[in-house]
């Protein structure tokens, strides 16, 4: 092993450092910040899956390690922690969450067996005491009774625990990981942690050292690294740095990059335009653009929406402090399932983030970012947080759809009244996406009907919709993005296609559909230009 670097150094951050959000040791993600939402997913899904784990660990391991079951409900860990297991199963079942988690519950049954449609005012003695001063009682215009959330104020109550926040670092030598939507993240060999708030100006020192150089004692006495740790922490560093040559863009033109997943680049000029990020942390063999490839600056993100594939918050972290703005679709504030993307990257430390709704615009130096309706994709729960995005610069117009849906076409001739012709469409078809109990089961209150939850899918377009988008919206060339086949984003949407699959012979009955029109059509995977 190398000798470390001595304080004096001046050091750059490898480019295939990797970051993980952790939240009581679970990679971060929106419902895993937002606090109610949080606490019924840690009390409702994490603490009964480690104490299950504890039950019957190599059951769990063989499963979650069985291709065929990728993605189910299982921990992926060792013996060795065991004892971490079942420190953090006490640690969470004796903390407040199980509390808020069972006051959203017991509100929202008596809700539905009391409220009438008469004065609610009685209804508010009955309030569990964890959810007192943060819910309004209302009634929608049938009068059925609902409970909005004070989402801002939960953030700043006892409720949103920033000591349960830590970074772990490392050095991404490949793509394969434990699914981390159910297996925490331990301490072990070649990784560093440290417990801070994730909004914590530390992160965007580290990672600005990819670009520009300081001190290594400066680095190691911010993340108060021991003695122990100390090789690994500086094997995460090189003297030289990473940043490919050619990652920004100088002068007049137009450069349309895919970064895999959702995840596009668009630079024109001095501005550059940044889809969904979700990054490789690997550097792969020619295969990718990764986090070396991106330019200095990033004026904006767009976020479609706050699924864990779409609002990656690895990524945005390491990047924040290249970021000037985040656009995020405006939630219907309040609601249980539809948390603030806002609130949470605010929460987060973002210092400029904007929440938008179709209809508005944003001003580019030669063009314009249009927001856009989102319909679908999310099980027919009444969540406003989703908007899809015109970029119109360079002399192009990109359309980027992200898991839309054309089930009634007469919103993309509203859509093409307001962009116009589209030169490049980036559409995703995950047209057989994982059942409603799959990402939003923890917030039900009560049973979830399986056949109901497979009935109402994570659907994005299937072949008929994605031509539906086309033709209404004129589009000249039509990409295929968002399948989560890049081997980096398994870890996360545990995806498993084969030959088989629906959604792949649903693509290629829609690249048919494209030839027969003259239509250039195809998917993008891994890494592309486009312009």
């Keep these: 092993m190398n000798q470390p670097f001595a304080s004096h150094d001046l050091v750059h951050a490898l480019p295939n450092l990797a970051l993980e959000p952790l939240i009581h040791r679970y990679y971060a993600w929106l419902n895993l910040v937002s606090p109610v939402p949080a606490a019924m997913n840690f009390a409702k899904l994490h603490v009964p899956l480690l104490r299950s784990f504890l039950d019957a660990p190599a059951l769990h391991r063989r499963s979650a390690r069985d291709p065929k079951l990728r993605g189910g409900m299982f921990v992926d860990l060792e013996d060795d922690q065991l004892d ?38 009685p ?24 409970i909005r959330l ?31 939507m159910t297996t925490p993240r331990f301490p072990g060999n070649g990784h560093v942690q440290a417990t801070m708030p994730l909004r914590d100006p530390r992160i965007d020192l580290l990672f600005s050292t990819m670009t520009t150089a300081r001190p290594f004692g400066e680095l190691r006495e911010a993340f108060d690294v021991s003695d122990a740790d100390l090789a690994t922490f500086s094997g995460l560093f090189s003297a030289e740095p990473g940043g490919s040559p050619d990652r920004n863009l100088d002068g007049p033109g137009l450069r349309v990059r895919y970064f895999g997943h959702a995840c596009v680049v668009v630079q024109s000029g001095p501005v550059t335009v940044m889809t969904d990020p979700f990054l490789s942390d690997a550097l792969g063999d020619g295969d990718r653009y990764a986090y070396a490839d991106l330019p200095d600056v990033i004026d904006y993100v767009l976020i479609t929406h706050g699924h864990q594939d779409h609002l990656e918050l690895a990524s945005l972290l390491k990047l924040r402090h290249r970021i000037g703005t985040v656009v995020v679709p405006k939630t219907a504030a ?35 970012i249009v927001v856009c309706p989102f319909v679908g994709e999310h099980c027919d729960l009444d969540i406003a947080a989703k908007v899809t995005y ?26 093409h009244d307001m962009i116009g012709d589209v030169d490049l469409a980036f559409l995703g078809m995950e047209c057989d996406g994982a059942p409603l109990s799959w990402m939003y089961g923890p917030l039900f209150s009560r049973r979830i009907d399986q056949k109901m939850s497979r009935s109402r899918k994570l659907n ?28 980096w984003l398994v870890f996360v949407m545990a995806t498993n296609y084969t030959d088989e699959s629906y ?9 048919q559909r494209c030839a027969d029109v003259g239509v250039p059509a195809r998917e993008l995977y891994g890494r592309a230009d486009l312009a």
């Design 84 to 121: 971490g297991v079942s420190d953090l199963a006490t640690r969470l079942a004796d903390g407040p969450m199980p509390e808020l988690s069972a006051a959203m519950d017991e509100l929202t049954v008596n809700l539905e067996k009391l409220a009438d449609g008469f004065d609610l005012t």
């Design 123 to 146: 209804r508010y003695g009955e309030i569990p005491p964890a959810l007192r001063g943060y819910v309004e009682l209302v009634y929608d215009l049938n009068d059925h009774a609902r």
């Design 150 to 180: 004070a989402e801002r104020m939960l953030y700043r109550s006892r409720h949103f625990d920033e000591t349960a926040h830590s970074v772990d670092l490392s050095l991404a030598t490949g793509d394969e990981r434990p699914f981390a």
């Design 334 to 368: 309040g609601a249980l399932q539809d948390p603030s993307l806002r609130l949470c990257l605010e929460a987060l430390g973002f210092p400029n983030v904007v929440d938008v709704e179709p209809g508005e615009t944003i001003e580019l130096p030669d063009g314009q």
């Design 390 to 415: 015109s970029v119109r610069t360079g002399g192009k117009n990109l359309y980027f759809g992200a898991d839309n849906r054309c089930v009634d076409p007469a919103l993309f001739g509203h859509i």
């Design 460 to 487: 994005g377009s299937d072949a008929v919709e994605a031509m539906g988008i086309v033709r209404r919206l004129r589009a000249r060339q039509a990409y295929v993005y968002a399948m989560g086949r890049e081997p």
């Design 503 to 511: 959604q792949l012979k649903q693509m290629a009955e829609f690249f």
